[in-house]
Structures are given as structure tokens and as C-alpha cells.
């Protein structure tokens, strides 16, 4: 099979890199590649991603380190031959985050990534007091050629551990705008590295190309920020801070320590401390400027919040993290840094109250330069807890707070802000219970329809079946079509766990009780509706998209394949706190499961949702016609999709191609 001449050229131009850095050094070692330990996921594909192919010389490069740095560090020569890789706060291998660049790097820090590595090779020690000579080498990941090939730096020079700065010069190799080449030399200056740090410690610094503005080599300045890993210092004292958080202990039950599924504190905490959907007060789509620990950026009110660890201890419980301020979801595979949105802060595990509680300081001094910025103003507070009892109203696993100690007419102040998991991440775990609150609703709407006689002969999803979850497709009336998704949350006062058997529990969890045919369940059920806005000849030339999400309980027959529920769905904006939004609570929700026969591989389940309200009422909504499909568990990957052709019919125009196709893969696999 021959290769596109386009794909040939870059394939040469990373041979011709390479090539480069071999032949660039008089002795070079072979390519070697660093796995670091890490407790965060995202850190470990950021080193595995960012530490390529590292050559090493073992002379020193042709650039003059006294011509450049003899006023910060002088140089010296060492007194022994032992070196090690680690020195001050830094073990070795640090990363860090950069703005600037242009020229060589995008300058931007709304790009997939603006991190950098920097890693030591050679560590010894001088016949100066305090200072030692450093060799390493730095890499910038997020190039502008289209081939990743980083930005690479071979540096040598001197670090005063009594000043805490630091100086290097060296040459390396990256590609300029266009896909050429280019060997730039440069200087790389940090300050405030020192041999501990702590929450205020704020590693700044610069690199600088040595080159003539006109040179083909040139970059523009380089602005980079580093958060140390060792030797750090947790900075408060939480027992001095108690008071501030008991606003928190609001006599709701929390899951302890004991019974979350891991038991390392470190993987536990970070392993849902990934993403959550903020939630604010009714008035702060307003424009208010509040509702937020710092201003707003573009006038937008950002929707998630995101954590990333910097440095977690498993014995004390405590951890040190960076709180980022989103627009949109995101799953990445490098780690950016926006010091205008994002908050650091140092928690602790409160075995008392079964929560996380975490004091945090803001970025200060953040301008085009990041080489002023230093951490301060530390009055914002962070509660983080697992709920132990979801409910109709209250359907995440993990969930928390942020809030400010100052005071209304302080500058700075904000409003209280809820966050909340996007995803339930505690099924199985058996502290975690279903309070059912609705019984008055489903006794008058769905008990009186209950069928006495079983139908004798058929079956039906039992209430530990997979079929229980399915997606379906939505009509109604008014023109209006769609698609959605009904996941069960809970059966009974237990979490829905259908794939409990792949979880590393203890085996007496396995044992699943017979059901009875009357089951308590809850479900979650989110529809996408489309409205038509223009049709020409049946032809859909543009629509509106409206999204509803329904919370649901009520009761499920598994001798007649009957699931009668009631719900709320929360009205107005997406990120409004669910208590002070308006909330609609008048919705009836019935399914019909047909029976599952031996020589089918499937059926289908019809059903509506619909409003209890009376015409006049402004919240009600047109009846939705629900239609979807259901498989054996134990064929639903080998089958063939297929629905009624008159409702494919109807809802073909107005479900674009990409989600017709979502729609066929997630009733495969599910």
C-alpha cells in the first residue's frame, strides 16, 4: 500500500529531527523513556504523552553561561563526581505550565495544553556554599508543526540554594510556524525555588531566546509557573479554622471513610474529584459579578469545575489541589493552566462530619507576564462530601461547596456556589442507600392501575435486569420528536448495580435476594426534543433544541412488564441550584415491557409522558409517545436494531445522522 506524499514529508521531517539531536551532541546515551508514580490519571498520560525521546550530552553546550547568568548564580566548579537528579523541591522530574512563545509555541492558554516538563539529569554540588550545578533539560509539548515534536532544550547550569534562583543556557531543536527546523538557544531563569514549600509557594520564571529579533531561531518570551513536589509543608492548621466550616454540618448523613469503596484516601478523593456541574443562585445569570471568586472572564459564568491533585498524603489525609473554572465539559489528555480561572487550595479529611473541607487562595497579579504572580488572598472555602442518601431532589454521589469567608460589602465577595458529580461513581458501594419520597403521588397515579393477575406463561425484565436501562425515541403531538435515555438509579432502597459482578467486592455483596414482583424504583430520564422551525415539503431545514431532564420514582411489575412512575423536572437555566429552581412536579411517566419470549431475541417497550396538569396551566406540556427496543441480555450485542418503520419514518428528519448513530451503538452495547 503506498503512502500519500504528504504523509512521506512529515515522516522525514521527524527522521530529520531526530537526527538532529543524535548528531548535535559529541556523546549521546540511548533514548529513554520516564514513567512517574501518580496518584492522578491525568498526570500519568500527561508524563507518558510528554516525556519522549530524551538525548542527553555529556559536554556542555556551546552557549556561554557567564554571559547570561553570572549576575544571578556565579558559576562554579564541582568538588565531587557523585551527582544526583533531584535538588531543592524539585525530585527530578517537574512539570510546569508556560504562556508566550510565539514564534516556536501557540502563546495561547486556551489550547489543548500549555504544560511543559522540566527533568534533571546531573545534580552536584560546588565548592560554593549553596550552590550547586544543575544539567537537564526542558520540553514544550504543544508545537505548531503538525507532527507532535516538542520544543527541546538541553541546559546546564547553577542553582543558589540561598537566593533560590535559578539559571541555564542551552541550545535544542523545535519547528518554526511554517515546518522548518530551527536550533535555538536560550536562557532559563526561576526564582523562589527554594528547599520547601508550601500553599504560597509559587515557582515564576522566565525563558528568553538569545537570538536576534530578526533571527529565523527567535521566540518571544516565555512566561512558566512550577508547583514543587517535595519537601512541601501543609500550611494550615485546620484546627484553628473549625469554626468556618461548621455552617457544613447540616445533620445530613454522609458516606465515611470506611465505607467508600477504596480505602486509600489519595485514589479515593481523586478519583472523583475529576469534574462537576456548578450550580449557582436564581439571580446570578443576571450578570452579577458575585457569584464567582474572581471575575468574570468574557462576560461568561462558567458551567463546571474540575479538580487536578498537585500533592496528596496518605497518611495525614490531606491534599493539595488546583480548582479550574470551566465553560465546557472536558476529557483531556494533557493538562492546560489558566491562572485567571483557577484556585489553589490545601484540604483535610474530617472524619468527624465525613467530609473533605479545603481552605483556598487565589492567583494574584496575573497579567501578559505571569512573572509577578504570587498566591495570596486565601478567604475561600471548599466543603466535599458523598452523600449517603440520594433521593428524588438529590441524585449525586459526590457534591460540595464553595463560599468566602468575607463579608457582603467586602471586595470579593460571592455568593454561596453548589457543585455536583456529572455521573453516579458509587454503585455497589453498600453504605449508599434510595430514600423514596413520593409514596402519596404513586399510590393515586400508578398502585390503582396495578394489574392483580399475572400473565401466565410470558416473562419479563426482572429487576436485576440490564434491560431495565434503554434508550428510546420520542413524538408527540405538537410536532415536536426526539431521542433519550432511561437509566435506572435504584431498585428498591439499593443503587441499580447490574454489573456489580465486576466490581472487586466482597462476595456476600454478590448474593442478590430473590425480587418481589411489586419493586420500589427510581429512574433518571433525559430527552432530547427537536422543534421544527421551518419545513418545506416535509423537508426539515432548521429546528430548535430543547433538553428535559426528569427525576423519577414509582413502581415496577415484573410479572406484567409494567413501570409506572411520577417526576420533576427542573425549569429554567441549566446550572440553577435544583432547590431555588422552579420545579415541576406534576409528570406522569408509563412504560410497557412486552414479553420476552424464548424464540425472540427481544422486544419492544412502548409507553408515555405526559402532564398531570390542566390544559389552562401554563407548565403543561404535550403528551410524548415513548418507542423503543429491548434485547436479551445475552444477544443484545449479536442483534440487529430495528423499530416500527412508521416511527423511524417520522422521526428521521428530525434527528440528525450523528445521533441516529449514537442511538444504534448505545442499544448495542448497553
Excluded at 87 to 110: D, H, R, V
Excluded at 443 to 458: D, I, P
Excluded at 524 to 543: H, K, M, R
Excluded at 594 to 610: A, D, F, V, W
Amino acid at each position: 500500500m503506498s503512502m500519500k506524499p504528504s504523509i512521506m514529508i512529515q515522516i522525514c521531517k521527524l527522521t530529520v529531527f531526530f537526527l538532529f539531536i543524535s548528531f548535535s551532541a559529541k556523546s549521546v546515551s540511548f533514548a529513554e523513556i520516564v514513567f512517574e508514580e501518580s496518584n492522578d490519571d491525568e498526570s500519568k498520560a500527561f508524563q507518558s504523552a510528554m516525556t519522549e525521546v530524551n538525548v542527553y550530552s555529556e559536554s556542555e553546550s556551546e552557549v556561554a553561561y557567564s554571559d547570561y547568568c553570572s549576575s544571578v548564580v556565579p558559576e562554579s566548579v564541582t568538588n565531587s563526581k557523585a551527582y544526583t537528579e533531584s535538588f531543592g523541591a524539585f525530585n527530578g522530574y517537574e512539570t510546569g505550565y508556560y504562556i508566550g512563545g510565539n514564534g516556536i509555541l501557540n502563546p495561547k492558554i486556551n489550547t489543548i495544553s500549555n504544560s511543559f516538563s522540566f527533568e534533571t539529569r546531573h545534580v552536584s554540588k560546588t565548592v560554593a556554599d549553596g550552590v550547586w550545578k544543575i544539567e537537564g533539560s526542558l520540553m514544550f509539548y504543544e508545537s505548531y508543526h503538525p507532527i507532535p515534536s516538542p520544543f527541546h532544550l538541553k541546559l546546564h547550569g547553577f542553582w543558589s540554594e540561598f537566593s533560590g534562583n535559578l539559571c541555564m543556557v542551552g541550545t535544542g531543536s523545535a519547528y518554526s510556524k511554517q515546518g522548518n527546523l530551527l536550533t535555538p538557544a536560550a536562557v532559563f531563569r526561576l526564582r523562589n525555588l527554594r528547599d520547601s514549600s508550601n500553599i504560597t509557594t509559587l515557582i515564576t520564571g522566565t525563558l528568553e531566546s538569545l537570538s536576534s529579533s530578526d533571527g529565523v531561531s527567535y521566540f518571544e518570551p516565555i512566561s512558566v509557573v512550577m508547583f514543587p513536589l517535595l519537601n512541601y509543608e501543609y500550611t494550615f492548621d485546620f484546627r484553628e479554622f473549625t469554626h468556618q466550616f461548621s455552617g457544613e454540618r447540616d445533620g445530613l448523613k454522609n458516606l465515611a471513610f470506611n465505607e467508600l469503596p477504596s480505602r486509600r484516601f489519595c485514589s479515593m478523593i481523586m478519583g472523583h474529584l475529576n469534574e462537576f456541574k456548578l450550580q449557582y443562585a436564581r439571580d446570578c445569570s443576571s450578570g452579577k459579578q458575585t457569584c464567582l471568586p474572581f471575575v468574570r472572564l468574557n462576560g461568561y459564568l462558567p458551567h463546571f469545575l474540575s479538580f487536578s491533585s498537585i500533592r496528596c498524603s496518605e497518611v495525614e489525609r490531606r491534599i493539595r489541589v488546583l480548582i479550574e473554572f470551566r465553560n465546557t465539559s472536558h476529557v483531556r489528555k494533557y493538562p492546560s493552566f489558566n491562572p485567571n480561572t483557577t484556585l489553589i487550595g490545601e484540604g483535610t479529611w474530617d472524619d468527624r462530619e465525613n467530609q473533605l473541607f479545603v481552605l483556598v487562595c487565589r492567583f494574584l497579579d496575573i497579567g501578559e507576564s505571569w512573572s509577578n504572580a504570587h498566591v495570596g488572598d486565601c478567604t475561600t472555602r471548599l466543603s466535599f462530601r458523598f452523600p449517603a442518601i440520594l433521593s428524588i431532589r438529590e441524585t449525586s454521589s459526590a457534591m460540595g461547596q464553595l463560599w468566602t469567608t468575607k463579608t457582603a460589602n467586602d471586595s470579593g465577595y460571592f455568593d454561596r456556589t453548589i457543585f455536583r458529580s456529572t455521573g453516579n461513581h458509587m454503585v455497589g458501594v453498600p453504605g449508599l442507600k434510595y430514600e423514596y419520597t413520593e409514596f402519596n403521588r404513586v399510590k393515586n397515579l400508578c398502585l390503582r392501575k396495578v394489574q392483580l393477575l399475572r400473565n401466565k406463561g410470558q416473562s419479563y425484565p426482572s429487576g436485576h435486569s440490564t434491560d431495565l436501562k434503554f434508550d428510546m425515541l420520542v413524538k408527540s403531538s405538537e410536532n415536536k420528536s426526539g431521542w433519550g435515555s432511561a437509566d435506572p438509579l435504584a431498585i428498591g432502597d439499593q443503587l441499580y448495580k447490574p454489573y456489580l459482578f465486576l466490581m472487586d467486592l466482597p462476595g456476600t455483596m454478590l448474593e442478590r435476594p430473590v425480587p418481589a414482583r411489586l419493586m420500589n424504583v427510581s429512574y433518571e430520564v433525559s430527552i432530547t426534543l427537536q422543534t421544527p422551525i421551518d419545513v418545506a415539503n416535509g423537508v426539515l431545514f432548521s429546528y430548535i433544541e430543547e433538553k428535559v431532564e426528569i427525576r423519577a420514582e414509582g413502581i415496577y411489575d415484573s410479572e406484567t412488564g409494567k413501570l409506572c412512575m411520577v417526576g420533576c423536572r427542573k425549569l429554567g437555566f441549566d446550572n440553577q441550584v435544583f432547590e431555588n429552581a422552579s420545579v415541576d412536579c406534576e409528570i406522569l411517566l408509563n412504560f410497557e415491557f412486552s414479553p420476552l419470549k424464548p424464540n425472540q431475541i427481544g422486544g419492544y417497550i412502548t409507553g408515555s409522558i405526559e402532564s398531570t396538569r390542566t390544559s389552562s396551566d401554563l407548565l403543561k406540556f404535550d403528551r410524548l409517545e415513548v418507542y423503543s427496543t429491548i434485547y436479551k441480555t445475552d444477544q443484545r450485542k449479536s442483534s440487529i436494531w430495528t423499530t416500527d418503520h412508521q416511527s423511524t419514518k417520522t422521526m428521521k428528519p428530525c434527528a440528525p445522522t450523528s445521533n441516529i448513530g449514537t442511538w444504534f451503538r448505545r442499544t448495542m452495547v448497553d
